[in-house]
């Protein structure tokens, strides 16, 4: 946020009513996400960060969603709502953010909902260049100007006009300057002006566009020409696409400048607002989500996709990991191919192997699960090694129970552990066990039947079988139309 004091008091309006009809879904437009926000955040997150406050967002389609998800997604910024029931166009849509700014005396800025790429930059240069204009817009100069309202100057000088592409005169659409859909103006300007703003042209709208004409009778307005990227609206799912890519460029570029090794910047994709430390390598295909923190020194796994996940310093994640709300310590090693679920806590230099699964899970310092195993509303303690095919059967159908294992405790391949059940420290559990009852501190705990041994056993049923194959007749009788079919017995015994 900006801590430059500023000289006038400044508020933004965003306009977010309409459906976006082009987008053929059910969702409004701007709840649609890019990296991990929806549309109408960034226009919003870039106008508090120019200082605007408060910032009113006009909502229209889907208003409860648009509104939830905005404040779920910026706790505590100043945000207002104003509902434009019907869309009557721009100029309609910010006469009803007037209500919303009662009192306010200042510059606002007019944003579109839809323009995820805008810079702060960009807004603090239209806002400084209004100087004591009544109205400062964006402009760019596109190759195909086609849906653009065209920026026609007045002889000598400033803007005198935009005409909508459908008021255009053919002369008037061979004009390659557009209106980029943002404006900075005087307030009470503003206000004075709008109600003089009618729907007399071709869409019957109420144009906020028609301002520039009526600034240019008296205070004037300015044309600020912008990059043509940032101000690229998002109106159909191809452009939804192509401005993910472009913020998910930008992020990598921030990341990559903060000393963040990134294999593929092509081939990765993180939500805004991620972090990553120095030195930290991100190999190709990695996916980082939601509110991730990556440390310093750490190695993330092609193809891993990480959500909500706390990585400390100096910890691996190897290829194709799936976490989500987990936190891996200090120097752990995870993957590949593992699984961390909400409230999974691997500890400092803890491994956990391929086709683990941890779930509400703490695994203390050290400790290593490294190969087919379910940990779910477990702890396990320091040093305390987890055999291969280890499973805690934590829920019985109704209700999750716990299972607490102590430190340096060894739990023997395929052991299931029927929660809750407690396994004390440097207590061994056998190979092939299944627990219904806790195990004392440094015991050992067998929970399997004996094995039986038959001596000649599997001799004498190859000789059986040879037996058969000279003389079928009489090993099979009435079966020789169907062809050989062991009997039930031996096939159970083989399998
Ligand atoms: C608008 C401009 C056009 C400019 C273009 C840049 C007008 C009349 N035209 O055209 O000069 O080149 O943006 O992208 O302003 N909205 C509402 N309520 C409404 C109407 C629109 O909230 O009643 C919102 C839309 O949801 C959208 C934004 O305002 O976020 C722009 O509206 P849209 O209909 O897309 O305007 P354009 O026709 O693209
Ligand atoms: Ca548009």
Same mark, same amino acid.
């Given at each position: 946020m900006s801590t430059s004091p500023r000289r006038t008091p400044l508020a933004a309006i965003v306009l977010a009513a309409g459906k976006g009809t082009r987008m053929k879904t059910r969702r409004a437009k701007v709840l649609h996400e890019v990296c991990g926000r929806p549309l109408a955040y960034y226009p919003v997150k870039r106008a508090l960060e120019a200082g605007a406050d408060p910032v009113v967002v006009v909502v229209g389609h889907q208003s409860e969603e648009v509104e939830a998800s905005l404040r779920r997604h910026l706790p505590?910024?100043?945000?207002?709502?104003?509902v434009q029931k019907e869309q009557l166009g721009t100029a309609h849509a910010v006469l009803s953010a007037r209500a919303r700014l009662r009192g306010f005396g200042g510059e606002v800025l007019i944003l579109s909902g839809d323009t995820?790429?805008?810079?702060?930059?960009?807004?603090?240069?239209?806002? &400084?260049?209004?100087?004591?204009?009544?109205?400062?817009?964006?402009?760019?100069?596109?190759?195909?100007?086609?849906?653009?309202?065209?920026v026609v100057h007045a002889p000598h000088g400033g803007p005198a006009l935009i005409v909508e592409e459908k008021d255009a005169t053919p002369e008037e659409r061979q004009i390659h300057e557009v209106n980029a859909g943002l404006y900075c103006a005087d307030a009470a300007f503003l206000w004075k002006?709008?109600?003089?703003?009618?729907?007399?042209?071709?869409?019957?709208?109420?144009?906020?566009?028609?301002?520039?004409?009526?600034?240019?009778?008296?205070?004037?307005?300015?044309?600020?020409?912008?990059?043509?990227?940032?101000?690229?609206?998002?109106?159909? &799912?191809?452009?939804?696409?192509?401005?993910?890519?472009?913020?998910?460029?930008?992020?990598? &570029?921030?990341?990559?400048?903060?000393?963040?090794?990134?294999?593929?910047?092509e081939r990765f994709d993180c939500d805004e607002g991620v972090l990553v430390g120095p030195d930290t390598i991100l190999e190709p295909g990695v996916r980082l989500r939601g509110a991730t923190r990556i440390g310093a020194g750490c190695r993330v796994g092609q193809g891993s996709i990480l959500t909500d996940t706390a990585v400390a310093d100096g910890a691996v994640v190897r290829p194709y990991c799936v976490f989500e709300e987990a936190v891996v310590g200090p120097a752990a090693v995870v993957g590949p191919f593992s699984r961390l679920r909400p409230g999974a806590d691997v500890g400092e230099g803890a491994h956990v192997g391929n086709f683990v699964e941890l779930?509400?899970?703490?695994?203390?310092?050290?400790?290593?699960?490294?190969?087919?195993?379910?940990?779910?509303?477990a702890t396990v303690g320091a040093g305390t090694n987890i055999g291969c095919g280890t499973i805690t059967c934590n829920y019985d159908g109704e209700q999750k129970h716990p299972t607490v294992i102590g430190e340096k405790a060894f739990i023997g391949s395929d052991a299931i552990l029927v929660a809750p059940i407690t396994v004390g420290d440097g207590a061994y559990v056998?190979?092939?066990?299944?627990?219904?009852?806790?195990?004392?501190?440094?015991?050992?705990?067998?929970?399997?039947?004996?094995?039986?041994?038959?001596?000649?056993?599997?001799?004498?049923?190859?000789? &059986?079988?040879?037996?058969?194959?000279?003389?079928?007749?009489?090993?099979?009788?009435?079966?020789?139309?169907?062809?050989?079919?062991?009997?039930?017995?031996?096939r159970r015994a083989a399998g």
């Open positions: 505590g910024a100043p945000l207002r709502f104003a995820p790429l805008l810079t702060t930059e960009t807004l603090r240069t239209v806002i &400084q260049r209004r100087g004591r204009a009544a109205l400062a817009f964006a402009t760019m100069t596109l190759d195909n100007p086609a849906g653009y309202g065209r002006t709008l109600s003089r703003v009618g729907s007399k042209n071709a869409q019957r709208e109420f144009y906020l566009t028609d301002l520039v004409a009526l600034a240019a009778e008296g205070p004037g307005a300015a044309a600020v020409r912008v990059s043509l990227v940032e101000a690229a609206g998002v109106n159909d &799912q191809e452009e939804l696409s192509l401005a993910a890519r472009a913020l998910t460029r930008r992020i990598g &570029q921030e990341l990559m400048k903060s000393g963040v090794m990134i294999e593929d910047p779930k509400k899970t703490k695994l203390g310092k050290g400790a290593k699960a490294n190969h087919l195993t379910y940990l779910g509303d056998a190979a092939g066990s299944t627990l219904t009852e806790s195990v004392p501190a440094g015991a050992l705990a067998l929970g399997r039947s004996r094995q039986v041994t038959k001596e000649g056993w599997a001799t004498a049923r190859r000789a &059986q079988k040879s037996a058969a194959v000279a003389s079928p007749a009489a090993a099979a009788p009435g079966r020789s139309r169907a062809g050989p079919r062991r009997p039930a017995r031996s």
